[in-house]
């Protein structure tokens, strides 16, 4: 078959990887990257090139099984990597690491914090209802489930634990504020937190990278068919005809295929269908994107005052906006292993921040911004891929996470025949 797919990242290039072995596949792919939130940035520095990942950074085998089956397949090889979370609430000054003892009071007064002990207290009980919560099968009766904000009520947990563990943590990964999450279901949150180890305090999976930067497995999995990507070459319209699918692109040209996949974001699929059918009206209009920029820079301003305080992932939760989604940065030489001069940061929400003179590069990104009916959404996935030879992929119908992509790429090579 002739085959379309719109976009590059993981979902796309998975179901073309797969695809490629038996069909006439093209990529089309609006920018002028291939892999979508895979981004390594080559940044030269004291006569040595280092290579900084942007977007998709870490995995783990326990968690990531099919991206990691693919990376095996690939002979792409990955090193240990550290993963650790802190904390740091400008409007009280509050700074903490939970790697250990020592990052828990890094500022030594928090020992003398009832609410710091209460949070700590919480954090550890939050375990076993959340797995049961995510372990148990949903109701099939109709009656509705627990938001967030009444599960948490329910069991009584603390103000200092949802300000400054669940909120930058969860609200930080999706983009969301803590108002909208509060009103998310509790269930959908806790088997995500289940599903990446989040909830254990010990036997966490070990976390690991790619070696020479996430660009590396792209360069393998696209040596078959670099040839069939086309950059630069955004698509306008896609047209069901008979029994073709015509892809009209940006530069007036059209192409008539058997069967088109889109791997872009929901909103844009949405977009560009020239008579979408009402169930993919509902579906992609529930799944949202908010836009985002991530910030290349070595500006250590923006991190923890105390050193001690320091983790990969750095929730920052700002003085002029407390209600808004919590900030990151993340630390690239605790990620990846970088032995550089300059630490590498990567953050999101602290443009106005960081000194302009220490930004390496900005990059846009898009990210699933789930709202209260988007579980409801992604389960009605086989109602609409496949329907009238349009099938659909991206990160956005799981967690929003590279195995959630890969996973669903591989899911839609399936429907054509194809598999691991």
């Known amino acids: 078959m002739k085959i379309a797919i719109v976009g590059s990242g993981i979902s796309g290039l998975t179901a073309a990887w797969l695809l490629q072995r038996r069909h006439e596949i093209t990529v089309f792919e609006a920018g002028g990257h291939i892999g979508g939130h895979t981004h390594t940035v080559p940044v030269a520095l ?31 090889p990955s090193r240990d990597s550290t993963m650790s979370f802190a904390v740091r609430d400008e409007t009280s000054g509050l700074e903490w690491n939970g790697t250990s003892l020592g990052g828990v009071f890094a500022q030594r007064r928090n020992l003398l914090r009832p609410s710091h002990w209460g949070m700590l207290r919480d954090i550890l009980r939050f375990a076993a209802p959340a797995e049961r919560l995510a372990t148990e099968p949903a109701p099939h009766d109709g009656s509705s489930e627990l938001t967030l904000d009444e599960f948490l009520d329910r069991l009584r947990f603390g103000d200092s634990f949802r300000r400054y563990y669940l909120w930058p943590m969860t609200s930080a990964i ?18 995500f937190l289940h599903n990446h180890g989040m909830l254990r305090v010990s036997g966490r999976p070990q976390w690991r990278t790619v070696v020479g930067g996430s660009w590396s497995y792209v360069t393998a999995m696209t040596a078959n068919f670099r040839e069939r990507i086309r950059l630069n070459t955004p698509v306008q319209r896609i047209v069901r005809s008979g029994d073709r699918v015509i892809v009209h692109t940006a530069d007036g040209a ?8 889109l791997a872009s974001h929901a909103d844009q699929s949405l977009a560009m ?15 949202p994107y908010s836009s985002t920029i991530a910030v290349l820079h070595t500006d250590q301003s923006v991190m923890p005052r105390t050193r001690s305080a320091w983790a990969a992932w750095n929730a920052t939760i700002r003085a002029d906006q407390p209600e808004a989604r919590a900030c ?3 630390d690239m030489n605790i990620l990846q292993g970088l ?22 590069r900005r990059i846009p ?8 009916r988007s579980p409801a959404a992604q389960a009605r996935w086989a109602e609409i891929s496949g329907a009238d030879r349009i099938h659909y992929c991206g990160a956005y119908w799981g ?5 959630d992509g890969c996973l669903s790429g591989l899911r839609v090579a399936r429907q054509l025949g194809e598999d691991l």
């Open 46 to 76: 004291q006569g040595r090139t280092w290579p900084v990942d942007t977007g998709f950074i870490v995995f783990n085998r326990r968690t990531y099984p099919t991206f990691c089956t693919v990376l095996d397949r690939l002979k792409v």
């Open 174 to 191: 999706w983009s969301m504020p803590p108002r909208d999450l509060g009103r998310f279901p509790a269930r959908f949150l806790c088997r």
């Open 254 to 261: 059209e192409a008539a295929f058997d069967r088109v996949i």
């Open 273 to 287: 269908l020239a008579q979408p059918s009402e169930a993919e009206r509902s579906v992609l209009g529930d799944l």
């Open 328 to 330: 990151l940065t993340y």
């Open 339 to 360: 032995q550089s001069p300059d630490e590498f940061l990567v953050s999101l929400g602290l443009d106005d921040r960081i000194d302009p003179s220490k930004v390496l």
């Open 365 to 372: 990104y898009s990210l699933p911004s789930y709202h209260v």
């Open 399 to 403: 967690w929003g996470f590279h195995e």
